[in-house]
T-cell receptor, first 112, second 114 residues
Framework: GDSVTQTEGQVALSEEDFLTIHCNYS??????LFWYVQYPGEGPQFLFR?????EKGSSRGFEATYDKGTTSFHLRKASVQESDSAVYYC???????????FGKGTHLHVLP | DPKIIQKPKYLVAVTGSEKILICEQY?????MYWYRQSAKKPLEFMFS???????DNQTASSRFQPQSSKKNHLDLQITALKPDDSATYFC?????????????FGPGTRLTVL
C-alpha cells in the first residue's frame, strides 16, 4: 500500500542552522504531498502542499519540492528559529482512497 | 473564535464503558475526519465523511462508530473501552476531498482508559 517515510526521531539544531527533514513516499500516480506542523498541546497545522512533479510548496520560510524521480518531498529551511521547535509530518493524499497517510513525524528541537 | 470545537478536552473512562467524543466545525466544510494519536502510532487516520456519508474507514474495530447528525458535526462513539484506546483523538475537516486539500484540525480530546 501507499506509504510515507520521513527522518525518524528527533533533530536538534541551533538557531540559524539549515534544516532538512527527509521525506520519501511510495504511491502510484501523482499523489498530493503535504507538510504539517504540530506544536505541543495542539492539533496539526497545514504548512503547504504540492501536487505535481517539480512543484514547490512553501510557507513561513519552509519549502519542499515534489520530485517524482526520487519520490521525495524533503522539507528545508535556511535558518531555523527557536519558535520552529515542533513535530513535523510529511503526508500523502492517497489517490485511490478518501484519506491522507501521515509519516511518523520528526521532532525538531532548536536550541537558542 | 475556534473554528473546530472538540468536547471534552480531557476524558477519563473505565475499561468496558462507552464514551462519545464531540466534534463541530464552523468552517463551512463538507468533509470531516477522525484521527488518533498515541505514542505507538503517531497520527493514524480513522474515518472520513463527505456530505455526512462515510467515505473511508481504516478502523478495524466496530467499537468505533462515527455519528453525523448534522453537516458540520461528526461525533465518535467508542464502546467497550480498553486501556489501549488511550490516545488523543483529533477531528479535522477540509473544504473538498482530503486527498488534495488542506485539512484543519481541532485541538483534540485526550482519552485515558483505566
Amino acid at each position: 500500500g501507499d506509504s510515507v517515510t520521513q527522518t525518524e526521531g528527533q533533530v536538534a539544531l541551533s538557531e540559524e542552522d539549515f534544516l532538512t527533514i527527509h521525506c520519501n513516499y511510495s504511491a502510484s500516480g501523482y499523489p498530493a504531498l503535504f507538510w504539517y506542523v504540530q506544536y505541543p498541546g495542539e492539533g496539526p497545522q497545514f504548512l503547504f502542499r504540492a501536487s505535481r512533479d517539480k512543484e514547490k510548496g512553501s510557507s513561513r520560510g519552509f519549502e519542499a519540492t515534489y520530485d517524482k524521480g526520487t519520490t521525495s518531498f524533503h522539507l528545508r529551511k535556511a535558518s531555523v528559529q527557536e519558535s520552529d521547535s515542533a513535530v513535523y509530518y510529511c503526508a500523502l493524499g492517497d489517490p485511490n482512497a478518501y484519506k491522507v497517510i501521515f509519516g511518523k513525524g520528526t521532532h525538531l528541537h532548536v536550541l537558542p | 473564535d475556534p473554528k473546530i470545537i472538540q468536547k471534552p478536552k480531557y476524558l477519563v473512562a473505565v475499561t468496558g464503558s462507552e464514551k462519545i467524543l464531540i466534534c463541530e466545525q464552523y468552517l463551512g466544510h463538507n468533509a470531516m475526519y477522525w484521527y488518533r494519536q498515541s505514542a505507538k502510532k503517531p497520527l493514524e487516520f480513522m474515518f472520513s465523511y463527505s456530505y455526512q456519508k462515510l467515505m473511508d474507514n481504516q478502523t478495524a474495530s466496530s467499537r468505533f462508530q462515527p455519528q453525523s447528525s448534522k453537516k458540520n458535526h461528526l461525533d465518535l462513539q467508542i464502546t467497550a473501552l480498553k486501556p489501549d484506546d488511550s490516545a488523543t483523538y483529533f477531528c479535522a475537516s477540509s473544504r473538498v476531498r482530503v486527498n488534495y486539500a488542506e485539512q484543519f484540525f481541532g485541538p483534540g480530546t485526550r482519552l485515558t482508559v483505566l
